[in-house]
């Protein structure tokens, strides 16, 4: 029990360093001995959850925890986790909460939950809807590489729903720069012109975005302002959110030795 107790610690720990980290730094967090750390380590680098950079000998996870993670979040286990987290963004917001993944060039609903107030959007778990438009999609299209955004550019057909969807290239690509500044997306009517969102990234176990969350609400009752404010909300749901999927946030910057 102490052995896999160590050698689940040493596995955080060397995942809390997206750089790799080293032996001496290791077991000074972990509090073991470096012949202690170094063993368990050994051992995790023969079974391939463990690897060792060649240049710098740092340790960093190996790609079998990887499948491992990617294999445990299949959209039943993402629907399971995210209930809890949108019950409660609904409950402090007020206002209907939505979980969205990618499906090719648009996003579907996965899970969601009606707020406590009246007048309640009555959107369906299953629905799909185009990225272009929506605040769950613009989250998903801020995560693009910049090639995979200017293959979708190309290929997307940028339909209007309403009179204040964005149907032109250039102006997507000025919203998608500014979300990606922001770290947050708005549908001001775009989709359906009664109607206004807010969303933000989730992202998994590696850093990677998989999904969106947001609120959106009756546009007489949400303007712009009101999303702004509670964006703060859907912030700490997306972070709860975040972690429930294995990630663990950014990693503390490296502070330089004085000279």
Not at 37 to 51: A, D, E, N, Q
Not at 176 to 205: N, W
Request: hydrophobic content about 45%; charged content about 25%.
């Amino acid at each position: 029990m102490q052995s896999i107790g160590r050698g689940f610690a040493i596995i955080e720990e060397i995942a809390r360093n997206r750089d790799g980290i080293g032996l001496a730094d290791l077991s000074k967090r972990v509090g073991l001995h470096n012949s202690t750390t170094f063993h368990l380590v050994k051992t995790m680098v023969s079974l391939g959850y463990v690897r060792q950079m060649k240049d710098s000998k740092r340790y960093r996870i190996g790609r079998p925890l990887f499948a491992l993670a990617a294999s445990a979040l299949d959209e039943v286990e993402m629907m399971s986790l995210a209930a809890p987290v949108l019950d409660e963004l609904a409950r402090t917001s007020g206002e209907s909460a939505h979980f969205s993944v990618p499906m090719g060039d648009a996003v579907v609903v996965l899970a969601r939950t009606s707020g406590p107030g009246a007048f309640q959007l009555s959107d369906r778990v299953g629905v799909v809807r185009p990225a272009h438009c929506t605040a769950l999609g613009k989250i998903m299209l801020a995560a693009l590489v910049p090639g995979q955004f200017e293959r979708y550019l190309q290929r997307a057909e940028l339909k209007a729903n309403t009179p204040k969807s964005i149907t032109t290239a250039e102006h997507l690509a000025r919203e998608i720069a500014e979300v990606r500044r922001a770290g947050l997306a708005f549908d001001d009517g775009e989709f359906d012109s009664e109607v206004r969102c807010v969303a933000l990234p989730v992202r998994d176990f590696s850093g990677r975005v998989i999904g969106a969350i947001g609120i959106s609400g009756p546009v007489w009752r949400l303007s712009i302002e009101a999303l702004q404010k509670r964006a703060r909300i859907v912030r700490a749901a997306a972070d709860c959110l975040s972690g429930e999927f294995g990630y663990a946030g950014e990693p503390e910057p490296r502070v330089k030795a004085a000279v």
